[in-house]
């Protein structure tokens, strides 16, 4: 695969996926900002292109991004997480996909609320097929970290799935917006760290903060 693959975000226009294409755009990767709205998506491209001036930076409908990306993130709230991934189910077929979906309580957030497969990305796995590499990644990171591009993220990526290279690519991509990132396990590990978030939720509203994180420690840095 290029080393700056095309990457499209379904639900770019959201909190998460505008972020992680702002920081993907300024690190020279082609981004695609989906939609269900065509003007939505360009609105968002046209907002995030002053601060990635030399980055392509295009909206499209979900539908196009899907055909377009190399790499599909899915960044839409858990309602809408298994009707769009079974409507592009075809345009997504072996492609690299992440998904950072986390299925919380409407009623709660501070509560995971896992679907029948066990976490989101074991969903995505089932639906999108055996062939098509579903890594879950970047739950842990609050969009907040992500619209400040100078910012230097404090907080870690932790990554898991089934497929074992495709990790090692999404390890790539996190270490190329300046995160760290581990490979956390298997796709039955998913539920563990999808629901780390309803933690970091509770810890923000107990402790009155917004931006709660997770850095993982006693692993020696590469390089
Ligand atoms: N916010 C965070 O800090 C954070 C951190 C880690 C993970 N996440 C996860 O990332 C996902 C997105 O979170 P977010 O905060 O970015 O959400 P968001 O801003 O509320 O929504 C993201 C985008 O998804 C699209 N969307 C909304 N409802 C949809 C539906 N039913 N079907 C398809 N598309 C729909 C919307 O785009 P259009 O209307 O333009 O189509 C919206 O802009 C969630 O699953 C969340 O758990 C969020």
């Not at 499209?8 to 939609?35: D, V």
């Not at 581990?182 to 970091?200: C, H, T």
């Amino acid at each position: 695969m290029d080393p700056r693959p095309r990457i499209a975000i379904l639900g770019g226009t959201g909190k998460e996926g505008s972020g992680l294409a702002l920081r993907w755009a300024r690190a020279g990767f082609p981004i695609a900002i989906g939609s269900r709205n065509l003007e939505r998506a360009c609105l968002t491209a046209e907002r995030l292109r002053p601060m990635a001036p030399a980055a392509e930076l295009i909206g499209l409908l979900n539908t196009e991004a899907a055909a377009w990306g190399e790499v599909v993130v899915v960044a839409v709230p858990y309602e809408g997480h298994a009707s769009i991934l079974w409507d592009l189910r075809d345009l997504l077929a072996r492609k690299l996909i992440i998904d950072v979906v986390v299925p919380l309580d409407p009623n709660n957030p501070r509560r995971y609320a896992p679907p029948p497969d066990g976490s989101a990305t074991a969903e995505a796995q089932r639906i999108l097929g055996p062939e098509t590499p579903v890594v879950g990644a970047f739950h842990t990171i609050s969009h907040l970290h992500l619209h400040d591009p100078d910012e230097i993220p404090e907080c870690d990526v932790l990554v898991v799935g089934d497929h074992r290279e495709a990790k090692a690519r999404v390890i790539t991509l996190a270490e190329a917006i300046g995160f760290t990132a581990y490979d956390a396990g298997p796709l039955s590990n998913a539920p563990i760290v999808e629901g780390l978030v309803a933690v970091l939720i509770g810890l923000n509203m107990r402790y009155k903060t917004r931006g709660a994180g997770i850095r993982i420690t006693g692993i020696p840095k590469k390089g």
